[in-house]
């Protein structure tokens, strides 16, 4: 089958930016045969090793941070800024699994007794050879994530990033290589879809995957009969419940900020806003001031905030909700289509009156929009927050500490979020429930999940 060609498109302008061949299965197959013969040379090497790798590919992410920046901005459209935030970010992540991974992955002495000449203990072995097939909406995150402690943790690594963020990736692949990751050990495999499927039907040992939850679903059943470890990083629909108490133009800008950075293009973006029906109208009268003042612009502007949508078919989505909403009786705040520029581009859209009869607050948007129901108390509050067949983050904006614990220990989310949002550390685990996916990535556990553990039953003679 001859190789498919691959469109690289400037979301803000819709020009062609490149054009290259992507993997088909015979290239895929002999990139996995590379990697499957590279691992084991890569695990015996000292983990001192694998870990002083990463630390002069954060050297050289921070030397080459301005012109990586300038190209995640060029392919997916992200702000400038925020591009650079995004750069930033990624070295914190660095800076922690290179503090951290040598004691995670260290052998453990579980138990000894001397008396029967026993010894057990635990070692962490790599799976093998994994694929991570990544997303685009933060690419150095969602993708630093996997392939970093894998690697530290001796796999080797076939990394499909988004197509619609190739040329991060394979800078990328550049800069590991540069930094002394073998090229048969972080193995870039280019293409779409129909390449991330054939990755899948080489014998990998392990899938960890970030995207939406339609397509998780396929990896999950491509997967399950393998026996193979998978993760699944997936889509949210994350609410936050803005209580009576809070400073309401502080709440405001703060879940604005929210749900409209990376233009709406989180996973972890603000998706449903619930309010306390006594400061609702002051809430939305603040949170539409803020979103009118935002900048909507070219993305290499240092001075614009919301910048195109990547993927063009979301402007179908945003559109669709928004009349869906209308002609449900939501009231139309302020945005509510594209704007008419070549390029993706919608106007910040806020809803209000709106209901869980309403797709835009039961689908997940990934847009810059967003809808705002009045609830009357706390119990009507954490009933619709749980309303979701997602699970990955949910806030509360409240100045009652106890409060707040009392409510987000009754909603189910992989993360909860007291008086902020759209937040993502290091040291805490990341993971969903439910459609927002399986397993994990970061903490000290995000770097044990790239090994199997090994049980040691030692007697001396
Ligand atoms: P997507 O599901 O369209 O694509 C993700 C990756 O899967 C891409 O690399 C794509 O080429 C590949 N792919 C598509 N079809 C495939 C198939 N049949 N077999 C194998 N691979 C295939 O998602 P996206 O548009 O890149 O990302 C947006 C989604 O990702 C949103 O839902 C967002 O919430 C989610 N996301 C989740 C997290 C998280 O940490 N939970 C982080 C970022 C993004």
Known sequence: ??????SIVNPATGSAVLRLAADGPREVAQRYAAARAAQPRWAATPIRKRIAAIEKFRAQVVARGDALAQTLTQEVGKPIRQSRNELKGLLGRLDFFIAESARVLREQKVFTDASQRMDERVTHEPL???ANISAWNYPYFVGSNVFVPALVAGNAVLYKPSEYATL???HIADLLHASGVPEDVFVPVIGAGATGAALLRQPVDGVFFTGSYATGAKIAAAAGRRMIKVQLELGGKDPVYVCEDVDVNAAAAAVADGAFYNTGQSCCSVERIYVHEAIHDAFVDAFVAEVKRYRVGDPLDETTYIGPLTRRAQLDVLRRQ???ARRKGATLSTGGSAIKRKGNWFAPTVLTDVDHSMLVMRDESFGPIIGIQAVADDAAAIEL????????TAGVYTNDAARARRILSRVDAGSVYWNCCDRVSPRLPWSGV?????GLTLSTMGIQTFTRPKAWHLRSA
């Open 168 to 170: 991060t990736g394979r």
């Open 434 to 438: 439910r459609h927002s996916g399986i």
């Open 1 to 6: 089958m001859p190789a498919a060609t691959l």
């Open 322 to 324: 928004v009349a869906d």
């Open 128 to 130: 093998g050879v994994v």
């Open 385 to 392: 927050m749980n309303d979701t067949e997602y699970g990955l």
